[in-house]
């Protein structure tokens, strides 16, 4: 097999699943959709205090549309290339993000609590550094020459850490 910097040794796309945040979304959606219709389509005032039906409508759009789409179409996707580990969490990024050889300078399989150590899943800042993750407790820790830290959040960890040190020739820290 002949190793270029386009050839894909791990590609893995992960998307917002937990039932329980689906639920969440669901309910506020529900909730949205049902104060629209009182409001703006029967002209009942939803609530005590109803807002104005702009701010109704406007609810409505935020949180009984792009709400919901944005975790519909929310990814986080993760090559590992001979070039370069990739990462882009669309759609807050709208190309990949790049961590060459020589800019990594260890890595190594971690499970971490998302709430406790970076206060939830997505793109988040905590004590250990800056981490994208999108379900599950599990990623691998890339620590940058520069000292920064990241934290790639994976369903398969071990693959990632695999496909780092086939496409870099390096071997993943000792633990």
Known sequence: MKESSTF?????VQRFRQPWLWLLIAGIF??????????IVLGRPFGQNPAPDTVMMVIALVFGIAFPVLFLVANL?????????YYRFFPFHWSSHRISAETLAKYEVQT?????????????YGRSGKAYNVSG??????????????????????ELV???????GKKPSPK
């Open 8 to 12: 894909c040794f791990y590609r893995e």
């Open 30 to 39: 529900g909730v949205t959709v049902w104060g629209f219709v009182e409001q």
């Open 77 to 85: 996707t993760v090559e590992v290339r001979g070039d370069g580990l």
């Open 112 to 124: 971490y609590r998302p709430i406790r150590d970076y206060g939830g899943w997505g793109i988040r």
């Open 137 to 158: 407790n599990r990623g691998v820790m890339l620590e940058l020459s520069d000292g920064r830290r990241l934290l790639i959040g994976s369903q398969k960890p071990e």
């Open 162 to 168: 695999n496909a780092i040190s086939l496409a870099f």
